[in-house]
């Protein structure tokens, strides 16, 4: 039961990580793309 919700929680980080990635990334383009 512990082993799921650790794969559960490990998942979910990383894809918040990811997301995060994403918006840095596509806030930069936004950002070079006005200056």
Same mark, same amino acid.
């Given at each position: 039961?512990?082993?799921?919700? #650790? &794969? @559960?929680?490990? =998942? #979910?980080? =990383?894809? =918040?990580?990811? =997301?995060?990635?994403? #918006?840095? @990334?596509?806030?930069?383009? &936004?950002?070079?793309?006005l200056?």
């Amino acid at each position: 039961m512990q082993y799921i919700v #650790l &794969v @559960r929680s490990f =998942s #979910l980080a =990383s894809f =918040s990580i990811e =997301s995060i990635n994403h #918006l840095t @990334r596509t806030y930069l383009f &936004v950002y070079m793309d006005l200056t």
